[in-house]
C-alpha cells in the first residue's frame, strides 16, 4: 500500500507525446509503476490520443500490475476486491484535439 492509502490509480492518457522515441521516459513510467506494484496499488490505464502515436506504447512491456484498457472497443475491467469497475475506449491512432 502507498503512504497515502491509494488502491487505485486511473491514467486517462497521454502519458507519451505523439512520435517521440525517448524510452527514458518509458523506463521511468515502468520503473514507478513497479514501485507501485510494490505497494499493492493498480493501476488502469487508457490510451490518449497521443499515446496512439507514440512508438513507447508499442514497444514497451508494462508491469504485471497496469492494466490497458482496449483500443479496439470499449471495456469494462473489474476490480472485485476494490468494488470499483473502469469503463473506458483507449485511442487506437492519433487524432487532432481542436483547442
Known sequence: MSDENAQLLVIAGDLYDGDWRDYSTGLFFNKQMS???????????IRGNHDAASKLTAHLALPDNVHELSHRKPESFL???????????GFERWT????
Open 96 to 99: 487532432k484535439c481542436a483547442i
Open 79 to 89: 476490480l472485485e476486491e476494490l468494488g470499483v469497475a473502469v469503463h473506458g475506449q
Open 35 to 45: 514501485a507501485l506494484r510494490a505497494g499493492g496499488v493498480k493501476v488502469v490505464w
